[in-house]
């Protein structure tokens, strides 16, 4: 039987980086609860406070932002990760507080565990540099790329993180945050 891969687009967020009750929107696990509004239209303003405070008090550290020092740093080892698990990486975004990809990976399981080998990985090399604390959110989103227009798509909307200050890599040009 042939290893059929097929591509992904995944986003990891940094710790504490959209908690419950967020302003600009949110949902809760398996869409449990109705919640109005989305990033694009948020809901209405305090809404949800009680819910933000309360996720707030809950958090272990402060909400994690990466400086531009550490996006390289932090989405070379997702990068290298994925590579040397066997992915066919397009591209990575890294910025303050959430990481894209776009790659192609077996279905099933893979993708999530593949990420999670990525995350470790990113972890323990900025441990090395001085990092304390922790880093990545839990869990992260794995969206199926339906077919080419989609994943044209998801490729320029990856690299467009440029424009926002994220560290940016392609597989034909390299950083182009540089």
């Known amino acids: 039987m042939a290893d059929e891969r097929y591509w992904f687009h995944v986003i990891m967020g940094t710790y504490g980086s959209w908690l419950y009750g967020d302003p600009r929107g949110f949902r809760t696990r398996h869409h449990r609860e109705h919640v109005e509004g989305d990033y694009k239209n948020p809901p209405p303003a305090g809404r949800y ?63 999530r565990k593949w990420t999670g080998m990525a995350k470790r990985h990113s972890h323990f090399i900025a441990d090395g540099r001085g990092w304390s604390g922790l880093l990545w959110a839990v869990r992260c989103k794995v969206g199926p790329v339906r077919d080419r227009p989609h994943q044209l798509n998801t490729y320029a909307y990856i690299l467009d993180h440029v424009c926002e200050g994220a560290w940016v890599w392609d597989f034909r040009r390299g950083d182009l945050s540089a």
């Open 49 to 111: 406070n009680a819910q933000l405070t309360r996720s707030r008090r809950l958090l272990k550290q402060p909400p994690v932002v990466l400086s531009k020092d550490w996006r390289p740093v932090i989405g070379g080892a997702v990068r290298d990760k994925l590579l040397a698990a066997g992915a066919q990486v397009l591209c990575v975004s890294m910025s303050g507080q959430h990481c894209h990809y776009l790659a192609k990976m077996p279905p099933g399981p893979v993708p």
